[in-house]
């Protein structure tokens, strides 16, 4: 009788330590909503989301978003530019704003980031944005901040 009192004093004392263990990894786990690279928008390209592509051709050396269901968003893009008749490129617009859409509707966004014009670069995290508890379909659109809502430039595939 005394064995099977310690045997079981053991196992409740071993099953207290692997969830007081296992209780901070679980509390500061953070998960990928979305991480993927970014494509570039062709004025030939459908709708995504509901909006069209922006009119002009885009290019895109490389871009890429994560966005993390604890609120957290990081976007890369390098070269994001527009290829002139001339064979140059350039970027014209000045700021960006990207967002988040869960099943094609927009639920947060990152608001107005600078784009370096004309080099088109830009690299920034926005953190605290109120993201639903879950999100079917996440995606992220980039869209001139003058334009948030009527066109995209960037958007980032299905998976």
């Known amino acids: 009788m ?45 709708t995504v989301n509901g909006l069209p592509p922006g009119a002009a051709p885009w290019v895109l050396d490389r871009g890429e978003v994560r966005v993390r269901d604890d609120g957290r968003m990081d976007v890369r893009l390098e070269g994001f530019q527009i290829p002139r008749p001339d064979g140059t490129q350039d970027n014209p617009v000045a700021s960006i704003t990207a967002v988040v859409y869960c099943a094609g509707t927009p639920v947060a966004d990152s608001g107005p980031q600078e784009l370096s014009v004309p080099g088109g670069d ?38």
């Open 2 to 46: 005394h064995s099977t009192t310690r045997t079981g004093a053991v196992a409740a004392a071993t099953l207290l330590a692997l969830s007081v263990a296992a209780a901070p990894a679980l509390a500061s786990s953070k998960h990928d909503l979305v991480r993927a690279d970014l494509v570039p928008s062709q004025p030939t390209f459908g």
């Open 122 to 159: 830009a690299r920034f995290r926005v953190e605290g944005l109120a993201l639903p508890r879950t999100c079917d379909a996440p995606s992220v659109l980039i869209s001139p901040t003058a334009a948030v809502g009527r066109a995209y430039i960037a958007f980032t595939p299905a998976s």
